[in-house]
């Protein structure tokens, strides 16, 4: 016999664990097989409850909660949200680049978004997907999870309106990290914009669009894999604003 609140717990546990998996870009996939969401969910809410989880102190009513229900929902989706912030910051990183080569007109549709990408995009997010679990990111998010049942216990009705106050400088600190990203080739792009112009001007008789388009294309690729190595430490500091921002949000949310 299960003790009184013992269901209700678990069930709060599930709705903030379902809530950042299926909102979390890196577990929430769209073409991932929806049954392994599933025993994701399902396997994660009995591991945490098992390790730190307890029976709420009186069985709350449906309104009550529901009430709790929502709380938990908003803490998940905090935690997804730093995730989808950091990996925002790629997209945009890949976009200015492959606008600045001209790839943005053959956008492919994003499996995972269900919208038109650049292929310059998609590369950038690939890159930083696989960086992530190379480096044991997705068990940053867990642990994130984890240490988010001990900040903010399940069943206690707090406010959450210090979550929202987040926003704006996490998006910040994210975009910051995502230019950097991008800078190098953004940068020689840039230069290779002020060549071209300063082609057409002093020939005007060369179809500029037809040898931009071209060198565009052709520098960009080089570009890209002369600053690969660069891509290291700007994908460290993409990781540690992930880290920062997963720490405000557990802050945030145990006030």
């Given at each position: 016999m299960l003790p009184a609140g013992t269901i209700e717990a678990l069930g709060l546990f599930a709705v903030r664990t379902s809530v950042l998996v299926m909102a979390s870009p890196l577990f929430g996939v769209t073409?991932?097989?929806?049954?392994?969401?599933?025993?994701?969910?399902?396997?994660l809410t009995l591991v945490l409850y098992s390790a730190i989880g307890a029976p709420l102190a009186g069985p709350p009513s449906p309104l009550e909660w529901g009430v709790l229900a929502v709380r938990e929902a908003l803490i998940g989706y905090s935690i997804a949200f730093v995730m989808q912030g950091v990996l925002l910051a790629v997209r945009v990183a890949g976009e200015m680049v492959g606008h600045d080569m001209g790839f943005n007109m053959g956008a492919?549709?994003?499996?995972e978004t269900g919208v038109n990408s650049p292929l310059i995009t998609q590369f950038y997010e690939?890159?930083?997907?696989?960086?992530?679990?190379?480096?044991?990111?997705?068990h940053l998010i867990v642990r994130a999870l984890a240490d988010s049942f001990v900040q903010?216990?399940?069943?206690?009705?707090?406010?959450t309106a210090s979550l929202a106050g987040l926003a704006e400088t996490l998006v910040c600190e994210m975009f910051n990290a995502g230019i950097v990203f991008a800078l190098p080739v953004l940068v020689l792009m840039t230069i290779v914009s002020i060549l071209i112009a300063l082609?057409?001007?002093?020939?005007p008789q060369i179809?500029?669009?037809?040898?931009?388009f071209t060198l565009r294309i052709l520098v960009g690729l080089i570009a890209m894999y002369a600053f690969a190595p660069l891509l290291a430490p700007?994908?460290?500091r993409l990781y540690g604003a992930l880290a920062f921002g997963l720490e405000r949000v557990l802050v945030a949310a145990g006030n």
């Open positions: 073409t991932t097989f929806a049954g392994a969401k599933i025993g994701l969910i399902a396997v492919l549709v994003d499996p690939g890159l930083f997907l696989v960086g992530m679990l190379a480096v044991d990111g997705h903010a216990p399940v069943g206690v009705l707090a406010s082609i057409a001007r002093a020939v179809n500029i669009m037809d040898v931009g700007a994908m460290e």
